[in-house]
């Protein structure tokens, strides 16, 4: 008998696979059939596959009495109570480092393209206005500028690695202060006041909520850009909606949003935003390491009790 495996969220052909070879594999019930699956096949429930964005929600961990491992698709985890499962003996495990690169990329060819412009000169050409009206105007250049990373973390070491292409002047906030050659700002606004960029890679969830807030936004100013490529909410969404449109902030690259798949509507009107739907580690690439070390995970569970990356409150379980 293999044991079972509730399958939250959507999975590849191989990593569905290798959950068959392992599991009986139960995925996620309509809402008006949940109760009836936790009744009948919760109580035999060992392991859940997930991922950052689907989590795991607080009712179907509690219709789960025998649940020992929940293993997330994705290295952010706001979604998911790491605390409450810990404190049940269950553990959280997540994908980090495999995607640093990526995510980082997407951060970097988000400043990219918001700094030069890319979207607006792209459509520029395609809608024959280079024949008709000559060249665009000046875009703004990435080269030498002051880059505060919030968050100075796996991925956002990543960024600051790719920053000195670009000859940039790299400080950072973080909780703590880190062994690295940047400048260290235990205030926000304070950094957000140095810099032209703001990238923010913190974790999402109650401690960053809205960290990014109406002050931080002004220091930022108007020759500023925020790059977003950690969660929605980190941003006072609203806040920043309207410094873009008063051009109280030069412009945004965002890859994520409060409220996701939903995005405010102001932002599609304008010129100085790119906004991408949450692709960060989206590649062929990247999503296949992500979904192996999900299934790596499991199956060191199954084969010793232990698994390769559980998140930081699970480590002593
Ligand atoms: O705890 P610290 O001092 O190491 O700082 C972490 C920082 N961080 C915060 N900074 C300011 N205020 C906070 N309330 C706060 N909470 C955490 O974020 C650390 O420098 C960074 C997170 O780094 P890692 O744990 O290595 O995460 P990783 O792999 O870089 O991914 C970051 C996030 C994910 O959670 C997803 O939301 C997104 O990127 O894909």
Not at 49 to 76: C, F, Q, R, W
Request: with cysteine; hydrophobic share 40%.
């Amino acid at each position: 008998m293999k044991p079972d495996l509730l399958l939250i969220g959507t999975v590849t052909d191989v990593m569905m696979t290798r959950f068959t070879d392992e599991f009986t594999v139960h995925p996620l019930p309509a809402a008006d059939e949940l109760q009836g699956f936790l009744d009948t096949t919760g109580p035999s429930v060992v392991a859940v596959a997930t991922n950052g964005h689907n989590g795991m929600p607080a009712e179907i961990m509690a219709g789960l009495p025998d649940l020992k491992i929940i293993s997330s698709y994705g290295v952010g985890y706001d979604a998911i109570d790491a605390d409450a499962a810990a404190a049940r003996g269950i553990v959280v495990t997540h994908t980090p480092n495999v995607l640093n690169d990526e995510v980082a990329n997407t951060a970097i060819m988000l400043w990219l393209a918001v700094s030069r412009n890319l979207v607006p000169n792209d459509a520029y050409v395609r809608a024959g206005r280079w024949l008709t009206e000559g060249n665009t105007p000046l875009s703004r250049s990435v080269q030498d500028r002051t880059v505060g990373i919030l968050g100075l973390g796996r991925i956002g070491q990543a960024i600051a690695d790719r920053l000195a292409m670009f000859n940039s002047t790299v400080v950072y906030h973080s909780r703590s202060k880190k062994d690295v050659p940047y400048r260290y700002y235990g205030d926000l606004t304070e950094m957000a006041a140095a810099s032209d960029v703001l990238i923010c890679i913190t974790p999402g969830g109650a401690s960053t909520q809205g960290i990014v807030n109406k002050q931080v936004i002004e220091a930022l100013g108007p020759e500023g850009i925020l790059i977003n490529v950690s969660r929605g909410s980190v941003v006072d969404e609203p806040e920043m909606v309207k410094a873009l449109q008063d051009g109280r902030l030069c412009g945004a690259g965002l890859d994520v949003f409060d409220k996701e798949p939903q995005v405010p509507q102001e932002l599609f009107a304008l010129d100085n935003v790119v906004l991408q739907p949450h692709i960060g580690s989206a590649t062929v690439e990247t999503r296949k390491a992500m979904g192996d070390l999900t299934c790596d995970n499991l199956s060191q569970f199954l084969k010793d009790g232990k698994t390769l990356t559980p998140v930081p409150e699970c480590s002593q379980l």
